[in-house]
Structures are given as C-alpha cells and as structure tokens.
C-alpha cells in the first residue's frame, strides 16, 4: 500500500474504511520528535505518570507504533529519576531507534506485544544487554514474558493504553527486584483515554475507572 503522507509503498495489515493508509514512521514521527525533551523535563519516577503526560500529547494517537517506544521511554525516565545510573538523552535516544523498528500490529500479527517489547528494550538499554550477553541475556527474555503472561490473563481486543500500563507496572517490580531501583506506582491508576478507545474492556480492564 501506498503511504498518504510520505507516498512510500509498503505491505501491510492494515488501512482506515476509506481505503487510505499511513505507514508507522509518519504515525508516530511527531510524537517520538517530542519524547526526548517531554521525558528530559520530567522529575516523576512513577512510570504509569510518565506514560500519561506522553499519551496527552496532541501527536499520540489512542493506538500506534508509537506506544512501542512510549513504554520503554517512561519506564527509563522514572528508573533514572528513581536513582538509577542512566544517561537518559542518550539512553532515550537509542530507546527510540529500537523502538521504531517495532511494527504496528504485532500484538495480532506476531503474538507479541510491542509494549512487552518497549520494556524489554529499556531493560537491555540499562543493563547494556546484547545477543551475546550470558545471564542478563535471560534477564531480558524472562521480563518480556512475565510482562506477555500478565497481558494474557486479560485477553483482547488490543488497547495500547492498558498493555503500555502493564507493562510498565510488571517491569518496574522486575527492575526493584534485579537492580534494587524502586520506582513508585499508584495503588489503583486509572485510565482516563477509554472514551476515545471503541474497543475498550470496560469493567474487564484493571484500570477502568470505578473498577
């Protein structure tokens, strides 16, 4: 298919009932161009916090390639701002290189979540992990499936809100327990997106308000 904005042809999965198609680099481009700075500003070492001061920006859609990247962006901003030792422009910076070769989609299409896969960047990003890594190596592979496991128990349709929640939560108590960096989380976070989102859980999700 042909991109609207960028008139590059790619295959894909997907396009809007008018027929028109937007590839993920013009998806998410004006929402990671703003990462950097928005994440660099912030003091906050609650992830679940950072993820929502990045999901109100106008440039993020309700779903996107863009989460691939926002989940591992919050989760490095609050590890640096909770103690962790992290060069957060250059680590952010690689975060968004990595994350913006995840495509849109894989939750269906590849049986792995993108947010799974934001958090287990940001892991690799902070403890340097590499193919050829020996136990952080296992490390890596053991978040991204406590973090699928727990997306699991709740099922579809996607919501790239509540997954990108999930997944922060289950890596921020992965990291307490590895690397002994204390993140804070809310005791009952509640998402404030699920009007705009036609597929929401409702009372199924965890963080429905009333819930």
């Known amino acids: 298919m042909t991109c609207e904005i960028c008139g590059r042809s790619f295959m894909s999965n997907s396009r809007c009932e008018n027929g028109h198609f937007v590839c993920d680099e013009c998806h998410s481009k004006k929402s990671l161009d703003i990462l950097i700075g928005k994440c660099a500003a912030m003091d906050s070492s609650n992830p679940l916090e950072i993820e929502d001061a990045l999901f109100r920006e106008k440039a993020v859609h309700m779903h996107g390639p863009e989460h691939h990247t926002i989940a591992g ?25 990595r994350g913006r070769q995840v495509p849109g989609g894989t939750c269906g299409f590849w049986g792995c979540c993108g947010a ?21 190596w296992g490390a ?28 922060a939560t289950v890596t921020a108590a992965f990291i307490e327990e590895r690397l002994g960096v204390s993140m804070s989380l809310p005791e009952n976070h509640k998402c404030s997106f699920h009007e705009n989102n036609n597929e929401c859980l409702g009372i199924k999700c965890p963080f429905f308000p009333g819930v």
Do not use: F, H, Q
């Open 73 to 97: 962006a919050a989760v490095l901003t609050a590890y640096r701002n909770a103690g962790g030792n992290l060069d957060l422009s250059k680590a952010l910076r690689e975060m968004i290189s």
């Open 140 to 167: 890596a592979n053991m978040l991204t499936s406590r973090i699928l496991a727990e997306l699991a128990r709740y099922g579809g349709p996607r919501c790239c809100k509540r997954v990108s929640y999930l997944a």
């Open 116 to 136: 799974a896969l934001s958090c287990g960047i940001a892991l690799s990003i902070i403890e340097g992990i590499t193919p050829l890594s020996e136990e952080p």
